[in-house]
């Protein structure tokens, strides 16, 4: 798709300023590849989020990357250290502490890119998440108390998550994510990322800013069309910016954007623990209590906390834990009597409507 088209001048014949979203699309993805290896969906959004970058306060709703591998050596550091150079106000891969990232934000409104994702300490993760979960909506804010009051601080922004595939997100910042699964370079596919080439970044980094100022002043303004199979709203939001500048790109890109996107958001994720537990109700019934209408609480905790696939595998579900999880879903334990003695358990009548919803 991309290659022989190198960017020449924004301010070129009257062709190249016609063409120079087609263009500038085409030479950032070249750039991309000279260094990293990735399959042919990521190959088409990764220029169209580093465009969306730079224009996404023109829009309500703004994509995140997850960048996963199965181990290290597989690219990560060099796509963070690209997705740097290139997108608005990159920031080179780090963490910190959630108060630094959050000022960071209100101040420079960069694209945020957060590495080392599976090496924070849980109690870090669950406070990045409640940045990263407001934080793709325009009126996404944090709020906190400082010396003189509450302050609100917004959350908008682009950002990238780094890590290892042994530590994903939970489900609803995935679920504001385009996921990237990396893995390693063939012999001889790619080449280092130097100091020159930072020099070559920065350069196509300015037609981006002169595009970008382009695209402001003409105010574009439409739906785009969604493909058909893309029926989960946020998705839709989330790919909005994406799907117009590939419409403006033309030739191939607004076909192979709307392929690239449903191919990765469509690309099977690991379950939510709460559905996975609903997962783990269906089997017990289907392998252990076929022949009843019923469990007894006990019976199923301890099967389900023998599973290899049980939900959060690092403790065991408890009979609390359990009616927690399902009391949403409108399922609550029932007590009857057995020769005398009185039953705690659930009635599997009682998840078909979760089952059918959810399942």
């Known amino acids: 798709m991309f290659d022989g088209h190198e960017l020449t001048s924004v301010t070129g014949t009257k062709q190249q300023r016609e063409n120079i979203t087609y263009t500038l699309a085409c030479a950032i993805a070249t750039f991309y590849l ?4 990735v399959e042919q969906p990521v190959r088409v959004v990764l220029p169209l989020f580093t465009m969306g970058s730079y224009i996404y306060e023109e829009f309500d709703w703004v994509a995140y990357l997850n960048i996963q591998s199965p181990e290290p050596g597989c690219g ?4 963070g250290d690209l997705l740097g ?4 106000r990159g920031t080179p891969p780090k963490h910190g502490t959630m108060a630094a990232m959050r000022d960071y934000i209100a101040a420079y409104k960069p694209t945020l890119l957060t590495d080392e994702w599976d090496s924070m300490p849980n109690d870090m993760r669950r406070l990045y998440s409640s940045i990263l979960n407001s934080g793709t909506r325009s009126d996404g804010t944090y709020m906190y108390k400082a010396s003189g ?4 601080m917004s959350t908008y922004c682009p950002k990238v998550i780094i890590g290892r595939a042994t530590v994903s997100l939970d489900g609803p910042t995935l679920s504001r994510c385009i996921p990237i699964m990396l893995h390693k370079a063939k012999a ?6 130097g100091e020159a080439d930072r020099q070559r970044a920065a350069q196509l980094k300015q037609h981006l800013e002169d595009w970008a100022a382009d695209f402001r002043a003409k105010k574009v303004r439409f739906i785009p069309d969604y493909p058909k199979e893309m029926t989960e709203p946020r998705h839709r939001d989330i790919c909005k910016a994406m799907l117009i500048i590939a419409d403006a790109a033309g030739v191939e890109w607004p076909a192979g954007a709307r392929k690239a996107l449903l191919a990765l958001l469509n690309a099977p994720r690991p379950p939510l623990p709460e559905n996975q537990l609903l997962r783990l ?6 392998e252990i209590a076929a022949s009843k209408t019923y469990f007894e609480t006990l019976d199923f905790l301890n099967w389900a906390n023998q599973q290899e696939d049980r939900p959060w595998p690092e403790r065991p579900l408890t009979r609390e834990k359990l009616a927690s999880v399902l009391r949403p879903y409108g399922i609550r334990p029932d007590q009857w009597r057995e020769q005398r003695e ?7 009548a009682h998840f078909a409507d979760a089952f059918k919803r959810y399942l």
Request: aromatic share 18%; hydrophobic share 30%.
């Open 188 to 193: 001889d596919e790619v080449q280092p990322f």
């Open 281 to 286: 109700v269906q089997r017990f019934r289907d």
């Open 149 to 152: 009051g509450v302050v609100t």
């Open 76 to 79: 990560k550091t060099t796509l």
């Open 342 to 348: 009185k039953i705690r358990g659930y009635h599997f």
């Open 85 to 88: 150079c290139l997108s608005y």
């Open 34 to 37: 000279r260094y990293i290896s």
